[in-house]
């Protein structure tokens, strides 16, 4: 208890992730998947240490109590009126050689949110502060930083989806792809295209009515074009039939060009694309 236990911040992060999950502990992972490029090649399955590491009237008392550092505690700071946290603040002195350093803090706030539907959980741990060093006017800030960014860019976390599923099940191809190529793969996931939907070379494509359509996307002579999300094979057909000369780093697709899109280039001029397979 306290200056008593030593703990990572994983471990710590790890407990309340527990609490944040009804009691049921599960083993960090640092890695969900593999993948290349964007095919899935192994996944790693959540892995449960304990099923239950208290009884669960006891977890909805802490609950309660993480909430309520929120709405009338250390962290007020973190209320706002668009989803509620629950966590806890922490202060504590640094110890070398079994010596306190004078003016030297750890300050901490770890929780989850929505604090009714956790999602994701977070700590934040300051070490040695120039400006204070109570968690909660140092860490807590950082915390809601962080899952203000998170909840506005996680649509699912505040928005629910009018559209039925079969809608949302269709992946589209939101850059440029080889016509040929999409058609086969939407062919062999049994995905229906809507009737007179054609695309001459190159085509992104859009859902209508639970259907996949074709667009064609066409490209300007002498012009760069965006290969952004494209794969190597696709971007090297492309820029090498416009005449440029195609240098290749990485694996994936790709997520970085040396040339500006829209810009002018001379014949074989040289274009660097980085790939990734994220």
Not at 99 to 115: L, M, R, S
Not at 134 to 144: D, L, M, R
Request: hydrophobic share 40%; aromatic share 10%; glycine share 10%.
């Amino acid at each position: 208890v306290g200056y008593g236990l030593e703990l990572t911040p994983l471990q710590l992060l790890t407990f309340y992730n527990a609490v944040a999950n009804n009691g049921v502990e599960v083993k960090p992972r640092f890695v969900t998947a593999i993948s290349d490029g964007g095919r899935i090649v192994k996944k790693f399955g959540v892995q449960v240490r304990n099923p239950q590491i208290a009884p669960l009237s006891v977890i909805r008392k802490v609950q309660s109590l993480l909430v309520g550092v929120v709405l009338h505690g250390t962290a007020q700071n973190l209320k706002n009126k668009h989803f509620q946290i629950a966590g806890k603040t922490g202060t504590a002195k640094i110890s070398i050689g079994g010596q306190y350093i004078p003016g030297a803090y750890n300050a901490t706030f770890v929780g989850y949110f929505p604090a009714d539907d956790p999602q994701y959980s977070c700590i934040v741990v300051i070490n040695r502060p120039k400006h204070g060093y109570y968690g909660s006017g140092v860490a807590a800030p950082v915390f809601k930083e962080i899952a203000d960014k998170v909840y506005a860019t996680s649509l699912a976390l505040h928005v629910k989806s009018k559209r039925d599923t079969m809608k949302e099940s269709i992946p589209l191809a939101i850059n440029a792809a080889w016509y040929p190529d999409l058609k086969t793969i939407y062919k062999d996931l049994g995905i229906k295209t809507a009737k007179g939907s054609y695309a001459e070379i190159w085509a992104v494509t859009g859902d209508q009515n639970d259907k996949v359509i074709f667009r064609s996307k066409t490209f300007a002579n002498n012009m760069v074009p965006n290969v952004k999300g494209m794969t190597a094979k696709d971007a090297v057909y492309l820029l090498e039939n416009m005449g440029m000369t195609t240098i290749v780093q990485g694996r994936g697709v790709v997520y970085r060009q040396s040339l500006k899109p829209g810009t002018r280039f001379q014949k074989g001029e040289k274009i660097l694309i980085r790939l990734t397979n994220i």
